[in-house]
């Protein structure tokens, strides 16, 4: 009796050892995803809900024979709206008009180009669109997930009533981890619980942390119900200058998916936008429509110098250096001890902007190799700083390296 007592307690403590340990290796897979900041496409910022397998397969394709996937591009995600209902036993189902070969179907078409595949839920009752939430579905959703092949979930932050932000995540996150399937977290949560500060340790690759971006250039400002707020492109970097030392390999600061292309800015303000988004180590996830993209508009998306600067495996969030009036100065440090530099006009009219080698963090001394990133130049060897004249809301970004 007390041999069997002990075996039965022995064998118990093993079950729990054993589950444990692989639950940790599990976790430890999720912990190296996204070593670098994710780069992919997004349906949300140009079709909202209009998804459908033609149209994510359509986008899958011209990510490859585009340039993009050459370029790093890797995960398709589908936004909100694939999701209809549950069935009686509770499993999530796909809109069956718009994906009627399911969603492993897209997952197989996605992993057969050599690309991944991400999908969007909510961590409340319903998603920001209505459709059916993860509340309370967590393992669930996860199982079914991973048997699709998912490689990346976003998780967003509508209906979640008085939930805690934070158990939330960690939920799915442990969710993800007992699927067996390495998925990268996108926590959507748009900064309200700053989630900068526990993202990384309830296992988050990336947390956005700001509302959402809107396709124009500008500042904060209410929307006309007197509500807070549309944010253009400089809104969102003045509420992610301040958190760069939250971004890292594996977690990362979101400040939203990309608008470039999507027709609301000039193509000078896009580029300004992409080489802000590259010093922010930020995730770069095209938001336009692939198949239909202007030669200016894939030459920005695919522009290999300004992506390395956001791939760069150190993965420093950039910071603002200087700034005087409308006219900033913005640095990364890279890999190699060198630093990507982007001079940053906000004004409405041309202006000269001047970087100075002591606010990159090198002594005045030093001589530096310049190269421009945009014109594909090297400028040549200079001490204490460069100036360049740059464009109304344009930027000139460089490379400066002892
Ligand atoms: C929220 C998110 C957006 C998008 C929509 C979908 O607004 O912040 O990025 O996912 O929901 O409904």
Not at 158 to 178: E, F, G, H, K, M
Request: charge should be negative.
């Amino acid at each position: 009796m007390k041999i069997n007592r002990f075996t039965s307690a022995f064998c118990l403590m093993a079950v729990f050892f054993v589950s444990l340990s692989s639950a940790q290796d599990y976790a430890a897979v999720s912990a190296n995803l996204a070593l670098t900041p994710p780069m992919g496409w997004n349906s949300w910022n140009k079709f909202g809900c209009n998804v459908s397998e033609d149209m994510i397969k359509g986008m899958a394709d011209a990510m490859v024979k585009s340039g993009m996937k050459d370029a790093g591009y890797i995960y398709i995600n589908i936004d909100d709206c694939w999701q209809v209902s549950r069935d009686a036993n509770a499993n999530i189902v796909a809109d069956p008009q718009r994906f009627p070969h399911g969603m492993k179907a897209v997952g197989d078409y996605i992993h057969s180009l050599g690309l991944k595949f991400g999908v969007y839920s909510d961590a409340g009752s319903k998603t920001c669109a209505g459709r059916p939430g993860g509340l309370g579905h967590e393992y669930q959703d996860a199982v079914q997930y991973a048997a699709w092949g998912v490689d990346y979930l976003k998780y967003d932050w509508c209906n979640t009533s008085t939930q805690d932000a934070r158990a939330s995540y960690a939920n799915i996150r442990a969710a993800l981890d007992a699927s067996g399937r390495p998925i990268v977290l996108s926590i959507c949560e748009w900064g309200t619980a700053k989630p900068w500060l526990w993202g990384k340790e309830v296992g988050g690759n990336l947390w956005r942390s700001t509302g959402d971006i809107q396709d124009r250039w500008g500042e904060q400002k209410k929307w006309p119900d007197g509500t807070c707020c549309s944010n253009g492109v400089l809104a969102i970097i003045d509420q992610e200058a301040p958190l760069y030392s939250y971004a890292g390999p594996g977690h990362w600061n979101d400040p939203d998916m990309l608008e470039v292309g999507n027709g609301g800015m000039t193509d000078t303000e896009y580029r300004s936008h992409f080489s802000l988004w590259a010093i922010l180590a930020a995730p770069l996830i095209a938001g336009n429509d692939l198949r239909d993209m202007r030669p200016e508009i894939h030459d920005i998306l695919t522009n290999k110098e300004v992506i390395a600067v956001d791939q760069d495996p150190l993965g420093r969030q950039g910071l603002r250096v200087a700034k005087d009036g409308d006219l900033e100065v913005w640095a990364k440090q890279l890999k190699d001890g060198s630093r990507a530099v982007v001079l940053l006009n906000r004004s409405g009219s041309e202006q000269e902007i001047t970087a100075n080698w002591q606010d990159l963090g090198y002594p005045s001394s030093l001589n530096a190799s310049v190269r421009d990133l945009w014109q594909h130049r090297d400028l040549g060897k200079v001490s204490a700083k460069f100036s360049a004249r740059v464009p109304s809301h344009g930027v000139v970004m460089a490379t400066v390296k002892p």
